[in-house]
């Protein structure tokens, strides 16, 4: 089945130690999203992948960067977590960037001791 | 600016059907989605509903869009244990990449 694959599903790290979270897809789609979730809240986009293309939102901090080698992987990597980072790390896909629905992984869990 | 709004919290028993709503505020919206997320999962997209449509049906699942008001909602038939979850709404417009969500109701099934 075509899918998003998130990888690890949890992760500890501790604060200031640099994190990579993982997400592959096998739905070929041009767009990656990454989005970051705390508790009871909706998700809030931080940035996307439109093929090659990085688009960073405004008020996503300095702190957070994406990597995106190949089609079917993108990267997360949080250069130095702080205990404000501790949420669920969604990635999600879209076929286009006008072609809005979004598929979603199971989301990594980050906690920051 | 867009903004998207729901109740936090619906009870409903089960078998009974639930009845989730959504108000937005942008009238350029395009597709209005209906995605629900499991505790500790992902987030599914259930349904969607293109703007020029009044209503769509999918097995248990009805979404009634009116546009003069601004207002969707979700309708679950039947309502089952498994139904429990956090549902969120959200909206995109054709000039834009980005969905506007709402804050997500959770969907509580009393025995």
């Known amino acids: 089945d075509a899918m998003v694959i998130q990888n690890p599903r949890y992760q500890v790290t501790q604060f200031g130690k640099p994190v990579t979270l993982s997400c592959s897809q096998t739905?070929?789609?041009?767009?990656m999203y990454w989005y970051q979730q705390k508790s009871s809240q909706a998700p809030k986009l931080l940035f996307h992948?439109?093929?090659?293309?990085?688009?960073n939102e405004a008020d996503t901090p300095d702190n957070f960067q994406s990597r995106r080698p190949n089609t079917s992987f993108c990267f997360l990597d949080i250069r130095s977590p702080g205990l404000g980072d501790a949420a669920m790390y969604l990635c999600?896909?879209?076929?286009?960037?006008?072609?809005?629905?979004?598929?979603f992984g199971p989301g990594t869990r980050l906690t920051v001791l | 600016g867009e903004d998207v709004e729901q109740s936090l919290f619906l009870s409903v028993r089960e078998g009974d059907s639930s009845v989730i709503n959504c108000t937005y505020t942008d009238s350029s919206s395009t597709y209005l989605y209906w995605y629900k997320q499991e505790p500790g999962a992902g987030l599914q997209l259930l349904t969607y509903?293109?703007?020029n449509m009044d209503m769509k049906q999918d097995q248990r699942l009805t979404v009634l869009l009116n546009k003069k008001d601004k207002h969707l909602s979700l309708r679950i038939a039947d309502t089952q244990t498994g139904d429990s979850a956090i549902y969120f709404c959200a909206e995109s417009m054709d000039s834009n990449y980005q969905l506007i969500w709402g804050a997500g109701t959770k969907l509580i099934i009393k025995p």
């Open positions: 739905l070929n789609h041009n767009v």
């Open positions: 992948y439109y093929d090659k293309d990085f688009n």
């Open positions: 509903i293109f703007s």
């Open positions: 999600a896909t879209s076929r286009d960037r006008d072609y809005n629905e979004q598929f």
